[in-house]
């Protein structure tokens, strides 16, 4: 069995995410690659937040919330457009819909990829947030990945 794995070509795990995908730049997501994703599983989706922002945000900042990924996607492309598939993408805590890109207020801070791989679809609206999309995956995880990066102001 290959294991479940995310990774992007843009940048390698622990490495700089490039300017280009930060929120006062052109605020697009990296493209991303999946592979190992279990066979029975329904649906894909990803989280991106940012563990380092619980200092200054008072929180884990949520940038990027998609679900209902078609499984065998095998690559999410930068900018992915969710509208184009059957996934949706979640309310960010910019308050906008879709992704929004690292934008440390204090140095340089770690982000997280996390690519979940479900047993189900979710039946969740646009401009859902993190913590409905959480108890909605309760019991349906299969496996996860994940991919960090770093960005600095």
């Known amino acids: 069995m290959v294991a479940f794995t995310l990774t992007s070509p843009a940048f390698d795990d622990g490495a700089p995410i490039p300017r280009e995908y930060g929120y006062t730049e052109r605020n697009v997501n990296p493209p991303l690659s999946v592979a190992g994703v279990p066979e029975d599983a329904a649906s894909l989706a990803v989280v991106m937040d940012d563990p380092d922002a619980l200092e200054p945000a008072g929180k884990i900042w949520d940038h990027w ?4 990924v078609p499984a065998d996607v095998g690559t ?6 969710a509208t184009e598939t059957e996934a949706t993408e979640g309310r960010n805590d910019f308050g906008e819909p879709g992704y929004g890109g690292p934008n440390p207020p204090d140095g340089r801070h770690t982000y997280r990829f996390v690519a979940y791989a479900l047993d189900t679809t979710l039946s ?8 409905d999309f ?4 309760e019991g349906h995880v299969l496996d996860e990945a994940t991919l960090e990066g770093t960005y600095a102001p």
């Open 65 to 68: 919330l998609v679900w209902n």
């Open 76 to 81: 999410i492309p930068e900018g992915y457009d």
């Open 124 to 131: 969740l609206g646009p401009g859902t947030t993190k913590d």
């Open 134 to 137: 959480e108890a909605a995956t």
